[in-house]
Structures are given as structure tokens and as C-alpha cells.
């Protein structure tokens, strides 16, 4: 096949066909209207550049719609184009977005945007929606205020800021009642709530996740809780290396309990042997540590018996 007709195959065929065909489904909750998160069991494939790009959140994997097909059929290329070419005029099912599309963002920068924000205070829709709905402590608010980490967003959302090695705020993490997603023209790197030189490195998917995990542990001194967001960009690789390399550092990974937490465990798990640093694996008895903080403060209110999260330190070889 020519090059031309490559070119053409590629423009008349895009990623949301190939993983749909597949068996994929799109996780909404999970997307934004410029990265579609698509599952299939275990596997994970995000969709970008208006359905002509991908990639693979658990690993270094990505492309275009060929090496997609490449990738999760593991066939030769021959069949690739096969498979490809057999999608030409199949139309995918679209997303149902139930939030209204953004109007285009101002060319004020990340800092500026973030800092024009409120801090939550006592009582304000998004204090009262990370002490109400998402069961988080006052005093883990009031620290994570105090330290600016959290700021109002829109409808009583709340915005988590990552920040890269200077303490420059990069981008948030968007969460509220109604939606969830990262700073427009942000970049992830690390959310980060606790002592810099904390050297118990608690490494999760969500900064509500690492509030909460630090609310059921009670804020360690020695432990700082981090988050990725969800992604494993090339910053947060090399922020996470970094931390991990000092002497003595312990990296947790703290990941959800499911498939996709275990995955980004096992990368952790490398990063710790690659780095020489001591590893541990800290598995939540719920999906994650929001929900198990939440099923906490459930078994308190009824009176019984309190759990303890399972934490694992594989053998030094």
C-alpha cells in the first residue's frame, strides 16, 4: 500500500471505531471531551486529538489508529491494515456529555487562574462538600487550606493543585458533585499534601484519595500523600524518582484496588527497584481510600468494628 493510501485509510478510520469494534466501552465519568477513556476488563486506552491519536495510561504505549490496532490485537501489520480498512464508514457512538462544552479559556496563565481561585473556608459549598460528601476531616481541610492546595472551584467543585519540584502550581485536579477532570492547559505532575522531606512517599491515583488516606492514617509526620491524577505523565515519572531516590525514602504505593491500581503498583514497584529505594504496596479493603474512609466513618456511626488497611512489603531480595 502506497503511502497516499495510508494517509487516506488513516484520515477515513479513527480510534473510538477500532475500540468500539473491540468490545471497548467508554468510561464517561472518566473523560473529558479532549481524552475518552475507554475499558475493556483490565485494559485501559485513552482517546485524544479527536479520536486520531491514543494512549495507554498503564504503560508507555500510544500512536495512532494502526499501532492502536497493533496494540490491543497483537497481529502483524498486515492485518492491521486488514482490520483497519474493514472499519471504513463504520460510525462509533459519541460520548452523552451531560456538562455543557467550556467556553475558550483566557491567556491568563496556569498560577494566575489558579490564584484568582478562593480558598475554601467554613461553610462554603466546597468545604461542605469535602466534609459532607466526601467525609474528610476539618483539620485535613484546615491543613490542606493553610498550605494552598485546594481552592473553590465552579459549583462547589474542588480544585487540587499539582505543583511541580519549584512549588509552581502546573494544574489541578477538578472534582465536585458534578464533574470531575484536570486544569485546561494544565500539566500533571504531583499533588502533594504533607512534610517535604517526609520520606514515606504514599503515592495514589486522586488527591481526594490522598486526603483521604491521610485522614485515615491522621496525617503521619512521616509520610507526605500524593497524587498523579489519575495519569502518569513524563513529570510525574521523574517528580516520583526523585522523591524515592533520597536516602532512606519508602515508596507506598497506595494505588486503588482494582486492576488499574495494580498496574500503576507494579510501575512503582519498578521505579523502587530501579532507584533502590524500599517498596510497599498499601491496599484499601474498599476500591479506594475515599471509599474507605467514607465506609470508616459509616462503621463508627453504627458502633462497629473499625478495619485496618493491609499493607505489604515484599521481601528484599
Not at 156 to 170: E, F, I, K, Q, Y
Request: proline fraction near 4%; glycine fraction near 8%.
Amino acid at each position: 500500500m502506497e503511502k497516499s493510501e495510508l494517509e487516506e485509510l488513516r484520515d477515513r478510520v479513527n480510534c473510538a471505531a477500532v475500540l468500539e469494534k473491540a468490545g471497548f466501552a467508554i468510561d464517561l465519568k472518566e473523560s473529558t471531551r479532549k481524552a475518552v477513556k475507554y475499558r475493556r476488563g483490565g485494559q485501559i486506552v485513552i482517546v485524544i486529538h479527536e479520536s486520531r491519536g491514543w494512549f495507554d495510561p498503564l504503560s508507555d504505549a500510544k500512536g495512532d489508529v494502526f499501532s492502536l490496532v497493533e496494540h490491543i490485537d497483537r497481529v502483524p501489520f498486515v492485518e492491521v491494515l486488514e482490520r483497519v480498512a474493514s472499519l471504513v464508514g463504520f460510525v462509533p457512538k459519541e460520548p452523552v456529555w451531560t456538562r455543557p462544552a467550556r467556553e475558550p479559556e483566557s491567556v491568563a496563565s496556569i498560577p494566575d487562574r489558579w490564584s484568582k481561585r478562593r480558598k475554601p473556608w467554613p461553610g462554603s459549598l466546597t468545604w461542605r462538600y469535602l466534609n459532607d460528601a466526601r467525609s474528610l476531616s476539618e483539620a485535613v481541610i484546615r491543613t490542606a487550606t493553610r498550605h494552598d492546595l485546594v481552592r473553590e472551584g465552579p459549583r462547589g467543585s474542588m480544585w487540587a493543585a499539582h505543583r511541580d519540584v519549584a512549588g509552581v502550581v502546573t494544574g489541578w485536579e477538578e472534582r465536585g458533585p458534578e464533574w470531575r477532570g484536570f486544569a485546561t492547559g494544565g500539566a500533571k505532575v504531583l499533588f502533594r499534601f504533607g512534610l517535604a522531606h517526609a520520606l514515606r512517599l504514599c503515592v495514589t491515583e486522586a488527591a481526594i484519595d490522598a486526603l483521604s488516606l491521610a485522614a485515615l492514617e491522621r496525617m503521619r509526620i512521616d509520610s507526605v500523600y500524593l497524587s498523579t491524577g489519575g495519569g502518569w505523565a513524563p513529570a510525574t515519572d521523574a517528580a516520583i524518582r526523585a522523591l524515592a531516590a533520597r536516602e532512606g525514602a519508602l515508596l507506598v504505593a497506595a494505588t486503588d484496588n482494582n486492576a488499574q491500581g495494580e498496574a500503576y503498583a507494579d510501575r512503582l514497584s519498578r521505579i523502587a527497584c530501579e532507584v533502590s529505594c524500599d517498596f510497599e504496596r498499601l491496599r484499601s479493603t474498599e476500591v479506594d481510600w475515599n471509599a474507605e474512609l467514607k465506609a470508616r466513618a459509616r462503621e463508627e456511626e453504627e458502633g462497629t468494628e473499625i478495619r485496618l488497611p493491609h499493607a505489604r512489603r515484599p521481601r528484599q531480595g
